[in-house]
């Protein structure tokens, strides 16, 4: 029979990984086998740049936790796996994509992202919209863009009324 201590070790951990999970609004389970040291401190430090991090639990008590919040990913606890955690949809996700183009080692496995699973396909896709910020000045840009026409327009109509 296994040591009290180590149970309610084991408990705790499972309490924080289910923590995590609620808490992020994306997680992202992926392999870091061949990462070196520094490889592993550089996307750290990039990840904590967009307010997101990670940490290599045992699959086990991942499995555990998952389970205990209804989340079915299983089939890809398979191997070492890192969980990355972030408040931001899509930030994590391209940051750990980047990492990868850089780093063939790293590979993504599943993620969720608002309560949806989102397999390899669709953390790419994931990976490819813009931020946040990005978006945002896109669509300043468009707002610009209607009240620059809008100013010309008034421009020409005014001129073509002075000259009738």
Same mark, same amino acid.
Do not use: W
């Given at each position: 029979?296994?040591?009290?201590? %180590? %149970?309610?070790?084991?408990?705790?951990?499972?309490? &924080?990984?289910?923590?995590?999970?609620?808490?992020?609004?994306? %997680?992202?389970?992926? @392999?870091?086998? #061949? =990462?070196?040291?520094?490889?592993?401190?550089?996307? $750290?430090?990039?990840?904590?740049?967009?307010?997101?991090?990670?940490?290599?639990?045992?699959?086990? =008590? !991942?499995? $555990?936790?998952? @389970?205990?919040?209804?989340?079915?990913?299983q089939e890809?606890? &398979?191997?070492?796996s890192a969980?990355?955690?972030?408040? @931001?949809q899509v930030?994590?996700?391209?940051? =750990?994509?980047?990492?990868?183009?850089?780093?063939?080692?790293?590979?993504?496995?599943?993620?969720?992202?608002?309560?949806? %699973?989102?397999?390899?396909?669709? =953390?790419?896709?994931?990976?490819?919209?813009?931020? $946040?910020? #990005?978006?945002?000045?896109?669509?300043?840009? #468009? !707002?610009?863009?209607?009240? $620059?026409?809008?100013?010309?327009?008034?421009?020409?109509? #005014?001129?073509?009324? &002075?000259?009738?």
């Amino acid at each position: 029979m296994a040591n009290q201590k %180590i %149970i309610e070790q084991k408990k705790e951990v499972v309490e &924080e990984i289910k923590n995590h999970i609620n808490d992020a609004s994306t %997680i992202v389970l992926f @392999d870091y086998r #061949g =990462l070196t040291d520094n490889d592993s401190k550089e996307l $750290r430090c990039k990840l904590r740049e967009v307010g997101a991090d990670y940490k290599i639990y045992k699959n086990t =008590l !991942m499995k $555990r936790a998952f @389970d205990d919040l209804n989340i079915n990913v299983q089939e890809h606890l &398979e191997g070492p796996s890192a969980l990355t955690f972030s408040e @931001d949809q899509v930030a994590a996700i391209k940051v =750990l994509s980047d990492f990868a183009k850089d780093h063939e080692q790293l590979n993504l496995k599943v993620g969720v992202v608002d309560g949806q %699973i989102a397999d390899k396909a669709l =953390l790419q896709e994931y990976a490819t919209i813009p931020s $946040r910020d #990005g978006l945002l000045t896109m669509l300043a840009g #468009g !707002m610009i863009e209607i009240v $620059r026409d809008l100013s010309i327009c008034l421009d020409l109509y #005014g001129k073509q009324k &002075e000259e009738n």
